[in-house]
Every structure is written in C-alpha cells, then in structure tokens.
C-alpha cells in the first residue's frame, strides 16, 4: 500500500478489526480502550468545513480530589500543508501561511481551545533540504517583533489564546544570526519568551546546520494562565535528555513541532513523544506538518539516489499522550487538522505519586556518571574477565 492510499493507522484498525477487538486492540496501543471524543458545538464544526480542517477532540480524566479542584485545559495542535508554490515571492508564500493557520486559529477558539501550537517552522517550506541560502534566508525574522509574532499577539488576544509559534529567527543584535525557535505568547497577547532548538539534525535531507546551529536558551518552562509548558523542537524528540529536562524545570505539557517524512521517522514517531509524557510526568503534543514540497532547483540527499526537487511525503499523524501512557488517535497522514485535547493538569502529579519515577530516577548518580563521560580521559565502565 503506499503512502497515497494509506490515510491513517487509525482507519485501517476500524476497517479491519471488529468493535470488541478493536476495544482490547486500542487499550494495548493506545492505553485506553475508548477514545473519549469531544462532542464539539455545531459553529466550531462547521466553521471547520468551511475553514477545510480536519477537526478531532478527545478527553482525558484525572482522579477527583479533596484537596484539590480539576485544572482542566483544552490545548490544540495544528497540521498543515503548504499551498502556494515554492517559486513564488517569499511575502506571497509567508501572506498565505499566515492567513491559512488565522483561519484555523478561529476554529480553535470556536472549538474552547486555550493553548495552540503550530508546525516548525510555520511559515515557510521546510526548505532546508535544498542547501540553497536564498530566497530561504529571507524567511528568518524578528522572534519578539517580526510579523508572524505581531499578528499572533493580536489573535492571542482576540481569542483569550496563548500561542506557541515556530518561526525561522532572525537576531539581529547578535549579527543577523538565525535560529529555530518557538515564540510563546499570552493569552493576553503579550510576548512571553522563546526557546530555540536544542538539537539539529545531520541526517537524510534535513540539513539544517547550513543555516543554524543549536540552540542556547536551555530548557525553558513558560507559567501561563493555564499551565506550565515547554518546547521541544523537532529533533530534540530523539533525545531523552532533552525531554528529561524540561520535566525537571515543572513542564506540565510539552509540545513537540515537527517537520519529519515518512521514509525517515515514522516508525519512531507514536513512540517518543508518548515515552517522554510517561518518563516524565507530564502531558505531550507532537505535530508534523503533511502534504510534499517542490523545490525550483534538485537536490540530492547523499544516498546515491538520483537528484529530486520535491521533499516528503510529510506524513502528519499529530498526537497527544499523557503521563499515564494513554494518547489520543493521530490526525491523519496527509490532511490539515486541528487536533483538541481537553486534558486535567492533575493526572501529572497523581502519575507521579503512582510510578514514583521521579523519586527513584536518583539524579546524583547519573550527575556524577555524565561529568565523568564528558571528560577527555574518559574510560567506559567495562568488567572482563581475567
């Protein structure tokens, strides 16, 4: 079956597998054996179809406690294609991004959402596969005044929203440098801060050290209205540690965007960012964008293949998972979608005094293990035999 005629893991299950099946199939998968939809209100969905938005919601509970209310949020993830053709002039391509993922934002906030997160690198094709330094450059700009954060202010705040958005950064009290980075911004339209990617790939078509190297903010955690939250950009999804860290700064949801394609990543990507929401006690969004991009000049992609002007299939699937290891179904691999998860913050510390993972990871340990392995005169712990 290939990859135009496969629409989702999902589809295939219900398809094939009987209800009763199916039940014990998805508990095993996905850790719950329902999927708990939102019924959402008649204006959000069909403001979705006039909007050509795959719109899925689902629910996740948390124990009632005394001492405690419920700290319920619903968050959004948004999946997109890129329309406009790569050859046309970078406002045109940038003007058309911005008004495709305006549009989805008023779904979302039909749709009672209060934290979203888009795509990496948003606005733009993921262009980095071609190695070209322009036009793609001229995407990069201001992460604290540059268009894309004016008009996300101004939505944040018409929509009562806090909007995490990944943008090509350009710093321009630091030489003009450029970053990938994640602007975060209040549900009162205010620039909270930003975090740029900890980790750059070297693999396949993401070249992405041509442009920028990686980042040097941390692991941030922004405190919001409703809830504490991080990002960890694209490839920092490979790193445990990575994940690890945000955790250990109180994140209670992490989003994940992404740019990843099928022939790559795909069996890794239900797997990671649900592993990280269980290691660490906290809730995870990961989002890929969909659809495939042409470029106006080839590329080769250092395997021996024949050059090529087109990257992808990006493959979607965007999900979300909770710290109990139950996740949502995935939005499907080759549509936009606006995935809503409608999540109580008090599943994280009621997991945590479940697992007790946090108790037992004994920090110390690997502190002490780790500065011994960075240091040059470094000899692994290996016992043989006399």
Not at 95 to 100: I, N, R, T
Not at 102 to 127: D, K
Not at 343 to 356: A, E, P, S, T, Y
């Amino acid at each position: 079956m290939s990859d135009n005629n496969f629409k989702s893991l999902e589809d295939t299950l219900d398809k094939y597998i009987p209800p009763e099946e199916l039940r014990e199939v998805k508990r095993i998968l996905y850790g719950r054996a329902e999927d708990n939809p939102i019924t959402f209100s008649l204006e959000a969905t069909s403001l979705a179809k006039e909007v050509g938005v795959d719109l899925r919601g689902y629910t996740f509970t948390a124990r009632k406690e005394d001492l405690r209310r419920p700290r319920i949020v619903r968050v959004g993830a948004i999946q997109n294609t890129v329309d406009i053709p790569t050859t046309a002039p970078i406002h045109v391509q940038r003007d058309a991004l911005h008004e495709k993922v305006s549009n989805i934002l008023r779904v979302a906030a039909s749709a009672g959402v209060n934290i979203i997160c888009f795509q990496e690198a948003w606005t733009m094709p993921f262009a980095f596969c071609t190695r070209e330094k322009f036009p793609w450059c001229e995407f990069a700009e201001d992460a604290e005044h540059g268009p894309t954060t004016k008009l996300m202010k101004e939505l944040a705040k018409q929509y009562n929203m806090v909007i995490v958005s990944p943008i090509l950064e350009r710093d321009s009290n630091h030489n003009d440098t450029i970053w990938n980075t994640a602007v975060v911004i209040s549900n009162n339209g205010n620039y909270i801060g930003k975090h740029r990617k900890n980790h750059i790939p070297r693999v396949g078509d993401f070249n992405e050290s041509t442009y920028y190297f990686e980042g040097d903010t941390g692991h941030p955690v922004f405190e919001t209205q409703f809830g504490k939250i991080a990002i960890n950009i694209c490839y920092g999804r490979h790193h445990p540690q990575n994940w690890m860290m945000f955790g250990l700064n109180g994140a209670e949801i992490v989003f994940n965007p992404s740019a990843t394609i099928g022939a790559l990543s795909e069996p890794l990507w239900g797997i990671e960012a649900r592993n990280a929401a269980i290691a660490n006690g906290y809730f995870t969004v990961a989002i890929n964008r969909v659809g495939t991009e042409v470029f106006p000049n080839e590329f080769t992609s250092a395997n021996g293949q024949p050059a090529h002007k087109d990257f992808g299939p990006f493959y979607g699937s965007s999900y979300i998972a909770a710290p109990d290891g139950s996740r949502t179904p995935a939005l499907s691999r080759d549509k936009d979608g606006l995935l809503v998860a409608e999540l109580d913050l008090n599943l994280c510390r009621q997991v945590k005094d479940f697992w007790g993972f946090q108790m037992t990871q004994r920090l110390p340990l690997y502190a002490e293990s780790l500065a011994k392995v960075t240091k040059p005169d470094y000899k692994p712990q290996v016992i043989r035999e006399n």
